[in-house]
């Protein structure tokens, strides 16, 4: 329970009340002290003192009463002109709503530590802000995308329903519509959840070898790029050490290399080659497949963005290995410095 009393405001005002009071009782001791009357008297020719005296002026009394009241009023006055800036600061929190974060405190005068405090408090607005927007663009971009397999499942299910004369090719046509249309929810899904983790930070960073993970995902991928005809090739150290959350870490080099794989030409070769430095260490991944156009590059990292229909995918491959580089205290980019049609190079970096 706050304490008005008890206040910043109000202690504020005390030691206003204090430091401006005192001195005034302090003179007036003095002038108690000092102002005497002294008489002396001559006996035999030695003088001698026959009375002390204090005069206390009336004026002074109520001059010091008067002053007590106004002392307190010019603290409290000083201390609310001081304090006024917190309180627009906490105004403004209790205004700001859990689903209106566009409010500013948009301070730019007072004292410097007050306006610093403000504009840090509008930084956090801004992340929060934009973490609310990505969310919502998120929960849109996600309902859409599951949209589409739960309509096939559905529609599958009427269909077979109401077919006057099914068969049992028509019933194994049908149950392999809805396998494929669920292994595509279940691999948004999968997406999704491996995108909030890394978004979480919620990474479990050990030492392990980051040669292993690539050769790991190269034998998993290997089946896929043999039935496209396709080569994969490792390069690296013998053994990479590095810090890294082995689950996802696997997770965003098996993304670039099926992206890789999917737009890849038959008869070319996907080249995977990790790079160790003292600090950092990087995965890059190579295709020769068509390439990105510079105008849509810009869109890579964005979910659920493809840019070819005709190649499947859910477009969180890319998105959900950069989260991942992030939580690594690294990141994805694309090399642009390509030339067009000879295919794209990610390279993902993590901090060792």
Not at 144 to 166: G, Y
Request: charged share 20%.
């Amino acid at each position: 329970m706050t304490r008005p009393w008890w206040s910043l405001r109000a202690r504020l005002a005390v030691l206003g009340f204090l430091a401006s009071y005192l001195p005034v009782l302090l003179l007036f001791g003095v002038i108690l002290v000092t102002d005497t009357e002294t008489t002396l008297r001559t006996l035999d020719g030695a003088e001698v003192v026959r009375s002390t005296s204090t005069h206390r002026s009336a004026w002074v009394s109520w001059t010091i009463l008067a002053l007590a009241p106004a002392a307190a009023a010019l603290a409290w006055w000083w201390a609310g002109r001081a304090t006024a800036p917190i309180e627009r600061v906490r105004a403004a929190a209790d205004d700001i709503g859990g689903t209106d974060l566009s409010r500013r405190i948009a301070m730019d005068r007072g004292p410097a530590e007050i306006v610093a405090l403000a504009a840090s408090f509008d930084a956090m607005l801004d992340r929060l802000e934009q973490a609310a927007a990505t969310q919502w663009r998120l929960i849109d971009e996600t309902s859409h995308e599951l949209r589409v397999p739960l309509s096939v499942l559905m529609t599958n299910a009427e269909v077979l329903l109401d077919h006057p004369a099914p068969t049992v090719e028509i019933y194994r046509r049908g149950l392999q519509r809805s396998r494929a249309a669920s292994e595509r929810l279940q691999t948004t899904i999968d997406h999704l959840l491996v995108d909030a983790r890394a978004r979480a930070r919620a990474v479990d960073r050990r030492p392990a070898d980051l040669m292993a993970l690539v050769r790991g995902v190269v034998e998993h991928a290997g089946v896929l790029a043999a039935g496209k005809e396709i080569g994969l090739s490792v390069t690296g150290p013998p053994a990479a050490v590095c810090s890294v959350d082995e689950p996802t870490m696997s997770r965003a080099i098996s993304n670039l290399v099926d992206n890789a794989i999917r737009y890849a030409p038959a008869g070319s070769t996907v080249e995977i080659d990790v790079e160790v430095t003292g600090a950092e260490a990087a995965v890059t991944v190579t295709d020769h497949g068509p390439g990105i156009p510079a105008g849509e590059r810009e869109h890579v990292f964005q979910r659920f963005w493809r840019g070819r229909r005709d190649v499947p995918g859910t477009g969180l491959g890319l998105p959900i290995a950069r989260q991942i580089a992030l939580a690594h205290g690294g990141d994805l980019t694309l090399d642009p410095s390509r030339p067009g049609g000879d295919g794209c190079a990610f390279r993902l970096t993590l901090h060792r």
